[in-house]
């Protein structure tokens, strides 16, 4: 008599298919994606509020996809664009059982959806979305004028339905800055700070999120420095991971345009930077910081003709 409880497999044998990491590593090093903007040009932005009915306030961004690469050994879906949306919920009053507070309690949350990245992510929160999450906390809180809604909380939750991710197809290791977190971070406030303003949340002001790196001038078979001190480097706006091989810092600030005030500031380096100073009387820190409020200042405009444009 036959199993009927156990399931067969196929009569014929087949080989399931395998990708070949080395050609493909072969294949990158040859043809990587190239910038084509200007060092100080940012990508093109969409921002549009009021798509989900349900919520306070809510928003949705992308950024412009880059250019993939003219290969037939490469899908052309491997060129991902960055692509946020942001739900806000509030202000609505705290349970009868919380303690009194003067202030508006602000809950941010931020998860990636499974299919964010080419790695699969988890159900559960990890240590990367927290930490997005407590540095989107911290610019929020300095454009929310929070006493005006005592006893009260505002939850903002954010999903990462695409994300910048920091290597190409058959990279492992490439030694640089990881510049997808810091573009995602820039972008959770923008879209952070546009659905605020949809849910008629008073705030000092529009807060905008942008972001900027220092490049190593050096070719892609040189060795890297020990540090940027000798070595000549280049300021670049709202750099796209996958297009720039020798990043060495990179910057994200939360901006107040017409305040001129810098509620968040975070800095990533993988070398010392230098503290001589250098163009304008510069340092590289002062640097990185001035590109990234000028990628802020930049963006802000994006917000407002985007929250003009808002029905009702």
Not at 112 to 135: Q, T
Not at 207 to 229: F, H, M, N, W, Y
């Amino acid at each position: 008599m036959a199993d009927r409880r156990r399931v067969n497999g196929p009569v014929g044998l087949t080989r399931p298919p395998l990708l070949d990491i080395a050609q493909v590593s072969q294949d990158v090093n040859r043809k990587l994606p190239q910038r084509t903007r200007g060092p100080k040009e940012l990508r093109k932005i969409f921002l549009q509020t009021g798509l989900t009915p349900s919520a306070s306030g809510s928003a949705y961004l992308e950024l412009e996809r880059q250019s993939p690469v003219q290969d037939k050994g490469l899908s052309s879906s491997s060129a991902s664009a960055l692509k946020l949306t942001c739900t806000v919920h509030g202000p609505r009053p705290l349970p009868r059982s919380a303690s009194f507070t003067p202030n508006m309690l602000l809950s941010t949350n931020v998860k990636y959806a499974p299919f964010a990245s080419r790695e699969r992510r988890g159900y559960l929160r990890d240590a990367a979305e927290r930490d997005i999450a407590v540095h989107l906390d911290t610019a929020l809180r300095g454009a929310i004028i929070a006493e005006r809604w005592p006893k009260s909380g505002l939850d903002v939750v954010i999903t990462i339905l695409e994300e910048d991710e920091d290597t190409w197809w058959g990279e492992v290791g490439t030694g640089q800055v990881p510049l997808g977190m810091m573009s995602v971070l820039a972008g959770c406030i923008t879209v952070a700070s546009t659905a605020i303003v949809d849910a008629g949340i008073d705030c000092v002001d529009i807060i905008s999120g942008g972001v900027a790196a220092l490049c190593l001038d050096i070719g892609p078979d040189e060795k890297r420095p020990a540090s940027t001190s000798n070595s000549s480097t280049q300021l670049i706006l709202d750099p796209c991971p996958r297009e720039h091989r020798n990043i060495v810092a990179a910057c994200v600030v939360g901006y107040l345009k017409a305040r001129d005030e810098v509620t968040e500031v975070r800095i990533k380096a993988q070398l010392p930077l230098s503290s001589q100073p250098g163009l304008n009387d510069q340092t590289e820190v002062d640097q990185l910081v001035e590109g990234a409020i000028r990628a802020a200042a930049a963006v802000q405009t994006v917000i407002v003709e985007a929250l003009r444009e808002a029905p009702g």
